[in-house]
């Protein structure tokens, strides 16, 4: 089984940064494929980030392309969510997500993959 701890949300003002951690409990999520998803409250659990397992492909929803960046270091079971020029309508809680699954290319659906963490707050402020 495979656990996933996310870290490093909290309350910013717009245009403001954050960078949320995942750390992994087992090495074998560097064969994984890695993402983030977010959810605000009375919407549906959205798609905002990929990595595959070696980092050389990443895939970003349209509404944060160019403000944030996915990077991993598999060394130290880890993946991260740079937010940069963040917005109001970035608030949310964040969720790490793990896809077992071996891919060239990184999945965007939340069905595909296997685990999942427990989600940290973004907050952002206007």
């Given amino acids: ?3 996933l ?8 003002q717009a245009g403001g940064s954050l960078r949320l951690s995942c750390a992994a409990s087992a090495r074998t ?3 994984f494929t890695m993402g983030w998803f977010r959810q605000a409250p009375g919407k549906e659990r959205e798609f905002v980030a990929a990595i ?7 895939i970003y929803a349209d509404s944060v392309k160019g403000r944030f960046t996915i990077s991993r270091d598999n060394a130290k ?3 991260y969510l740079q937010m940069d020029s963040l917005k109001p309508e970035d608030t949310a809680s964040y969720y790490c997500a793990a896809d077992s699954t071996l891919r060239t ?3 965007i659906a939340a069905y595909e ?5 427990q989600g940290t707050q973004v ?3 206007s």
């Fill in 5 to 12: 701890v996310e870290s490093g949300g909290g309350l910013v």
């Fill in 1 to 3: 089984q495979v656990q």
């Fill in 105 to 107: 290319v990184p999945d």
């Fill in 77 to 79: 079971n880890t993946v």
């Fill in 123 to 125: 907050t952002v402020s």
């Fill in 52 to 58: 595959s397992r070696s980092g050389g492909s990443t």
């Fill in 29 to 31: 999520v560097s064969v």
């Fill in 113 to 117: 993959y296997d685990f999942w963490g």
